[in-house]
C-alpha cells in the first residue's frame, strides 16, 4: 500500500530547470526560426510590401550549432544547456566530462543553474568522484544565487542530516524558501512534514492537504499521488474513493513512476461502483483538459508579449510626410 514518506535527496531534480533554461535560450537559438527584423539602415520603396517568411521547425542540428555558438560566445545558459544534453544523450555520445566542463565554466561566470549542476554531478559522481561536501558547496552557491531548486536540495541533507550534521531549523528554512519561490518538489515535501509530523513542524494534516493540493495544481504527479492517499485514507477528511481514484488517475497520467501505484488504482477501483469510476475518470480527464487550456493560453499570453517587446523597424524617411517646411 502506498505511503506517505520524506523523500532522499536524489539526481532526479539536476535537470527540472532545463526546459525553463532552454526556453530561455529561445531568443538567441529559437526552436523556430523567426521572421528577419530589418537592420535599422534598412530602407524599401514606400510601395514594397514584404510577404512574411513562413515560420519552419529548426533542426536538432542547427539548434545545437546555434548552442555551441553562443558558448564560443560566453553565454552560461547555453553552456548549462548543452551540457545538460551532452550528459543526457544515448550511451557513444555520453560525455560526463565535458558536461561537467561545461557547467563549471557556467558556474564561474555567475551561473545558479551552473552551480545546481556541478553540485549535482558531485552528488552523484558524474565526471568525477562523488563528493558531497563540494555537492553542498555548490548548492549552496546556487542558493544564494536565487536557486528555488538548490534550496530544496540543501532542505534535504539538512533534514536528513545526508552529508552535514541534521539541522531541522536550516533544512525546513530552505524548503521554505524553495515553497516560497513556487517549487512544487518544496511545496510538496513540505505537505509531507505536516503529514506526517516530522522535520520540526507539528502535525497538521489540514496543512498537509493545502500544500498538496497547490503543487497539484502545478502538475506536479507526486502531490498527486499525495492527495490520492489523504482521500483513500481519510487523513484529516473524511474517506472518498471517488477523488482518490481521481488523483491516482492523474498521478500516473502525469508521469508517477511510484511502485505500487496499478495496486493502489485497481484497489480504490474495487470499492466503487461502476458508475463512480465513471465519475472519477471523467473529473480526472476535465482537470487535466482544463489545466491543458490554461497552459495554451499562458503560452499564447508569453508569445504575445514577446512580440510587443521585440523592436520595430524605423519607417522609411522618404515615405514620411514632411511637416514645418521652411521656404
Known sequence: ??????????????????????????????????????????????????????????????????LNKEV???NPQAMVALGAIIQNADTNSRNYGKALELFQKAAAKGSPEGYYQVGAAYEVGQGT???????????????????????????????????????????????????????????????VLYVLGQGGVAKDEKKAFDYFNQAAQASYSEAMLNLAVIYRDGLGRPINNVQALKWFILAATYGSQTPGLRESVIAVQEKLKPTEVATAEKEATAWRND?????????????????????????????????????
Open 1 to 66: 500500500m502506498l505511503k506517505l514518506k520524506l523523500n532522499q535527496p536524489s539526481r532526479f531534480l539536476a535537470f527540472c530547470s532545463l526546459l525553463a533554461l532552454i526556453g530561455a535560450l529561445g531568443s538567441v537559438s529559437p526552436l523556430k526560426a523567426q521572421n528577419a527584423t530589418a537592420p535599422a539602415n534598412a530602407t524599401a520603396p514606400a510601395s514594397a510590401t514584404v510577404a512574411p517568411t513562413p515560420e519552419r521547425t529548426m533542426t536538432a542540428q542547427e539548434f545545437l550549432d546555434g
Open 72 to 74: 564560443e560566445n560566453g
Open 129 to 191: 568522484r562523488t563528493d558531497l561536501t563540494k555537492a553542498i558547496q555548490n548548492f549552496q552557491k546556487a542558493s544564494e544565487l536565487g536557486s528555488k531548486e538548490a534550496d530544496f536540495k540543501l532542505s534535504q541533507f539538512y533534514l536528513l542530516g545526508v552529508g552535514v550534521p541534521q539541522d531541522l531549523p536550516k533544512g525546513l528554512a530552505s524548503l521554505n524558501a524553495s515553497a516560497k519561490a513556487g517549487f512544487p518538489p518544496a511545496i510538496n515535501e513540505l505537505g
Open 291 to 327: 489545466q491543458i487550456k490554461k497552459a495554451q493560453e499562458a503560452q499564447q499570453k508569453a508569445q504575445e508579449a514577446q512580440q510587443k517587446a521585440q523592436p520595430k523597424a524605423p519607417a522609411d524617411k522618404a515615405a514620411q510626410p514632411a511637416t514645418n517646411v521652411k521656404k
